[in-house]
């Protein structure tokens, strides 16, 4: 898939700037944002993907069994799905096929995803897939796999000593430049920056 895709920041996440927690005063801060985000997410899954629930709360529970203090403001983090879309009541992807569909996505994110591969696991062709999808999603599935892409890394960058490059090939990107990238255009900021701001000296330490 090509990258076009127009980026979206969560409404309830913080711009960063001068004013954002560093390492040695918004650890305990970033985290407990972090735990808050998986359990909203957890919640949010719960009734149609109970899988994905599961793999967030696993998430929240080691990270609570890495001793994380709970207080502070959120990193900015990419929403799941653009924040403002209501899908219509019909038009778009029944309910079986929008969780197959996703969580393949989930489930692949370290690999090549097309366009054709996603609409066989919904059993429709591509034209029919790519437009019943935006209607339940809000934005195409191009955009969708980069936004989710852009998440995992945000993840890995906040729970792991990964280096950028590592990081960029567990997302099924080329490397370090292409995460960089598309990480600047959704977010507004370098992926180094913003594991610079936002990760846990305790983490950045086992690099």
Same mark, same amino acid.
């Given at each position: 898939?090509?990258?076009? =895709?127009?980026?979206?920041?969560?409404?309830?996440?913080?711009?960063?700037? @001068? !004013?954002? /927690?560093?390492?040695?005063? %918004?650890? +305990?801060?970033?985290?407990?944002?972090?735990?808050?985000?998986?359990?909203?997410?957890?919640?949010?899954?719960?009734?149609?993907?109970?899988?994905?629930?599961?793999?967030?709360?696993?998430?929240?529970?080691?990270?609570?069994?890495?001793?994380?203090?709970? =207080?502070?403001?959120?990193?900015?983090?990419?929403?799941?799905?653009?924040? @403002? !879309?209501? /899908?219509?009541?019909?038009? %778009?992807? +029944?309910?079986?096929?929008?969780?197959?569909?996703?969580?393949?996505?989930?489930?692949?994110?370290?690999?090549?995803?097309?366009?054709?591969?996603?609409?066989?696991?919904?059993?429709?062709?591509?034209?029919?897939?790519?437009?019943?999808?935006?209607?339940?999603?809000?934005?195409?599935?191009?955009?969708?796999?980069?936004?989710?892409?852009?998440?995992?890394?945000?993840?890995?960058?906040?729970?792991?000593?990964?280096?950028?490059?590592?990081?960029?090939?567990?997302?099924?990107?080329?490397?370090?430049?292409?995460?960089?990238?598309?990480?600047?255009?959704?977010?507004?900021?370098?992926?180094?920056?913003?594991?610079?701001?936002?990760?846990?000296?305790?983490?950045?330490?086992?690099?």
């Amino acid at each position: 898939m090509s990258e076009r =895709s127009s980026p979206s920041l969560s409404a309830h996440t913080n711009t960063i700037n @001068s !004013h954002a /927690p560093r390492h040695d005063e %918004g650890g +305990a801060d970033v985290h407990a944002a972090h735990l808050l985000g998986l359990l909203t997410e957890a919640q949010q899954l719960l009734h149609d993907d109970p899988g994905q629930a599961q793999l967030c709360l696993d998430r929240v529970c080691r990270l609570l069994r890495q001793g994380v203090p709970m =207080s502070g403001d959120p990193p900015a983090f990419v929403l799941p799905q653009p924040g @403002s !879309h209501r /899908p219509p009541p019909t038009g %778009g992807l +029944a309910s079986w096929q929008l969780r197959k569909v996703t969580s393949h996505v989930e489930n692949r994110l370290g690999r090549n995803l097309s366009m054709e591969e996603l609409a066989l696991v919904a059993s429709l062709s591509p034209g029919h897939f790519c437009r019943a999808f935006k209607i339940s999603m809000g934005e195409t599935p191009h955009a969708y796999v980069i936004r989710q892409r852009i998440r995992r890394a945000q993840t890995l960058m906040l729970e792991t000593g990964q280096s950028l490059s590592d990081i960029a090939s567990a997302c099924g990107l080329t490397d370090q430049a292409h995460l960089t990238r598309l990480f600047k255009r959704w977010v507004g900021t370098t992926p180094m920056l913003w594991r610079r701001t936002w990760q846990s000296p305790a983490v950045g330490g086992r690099a």
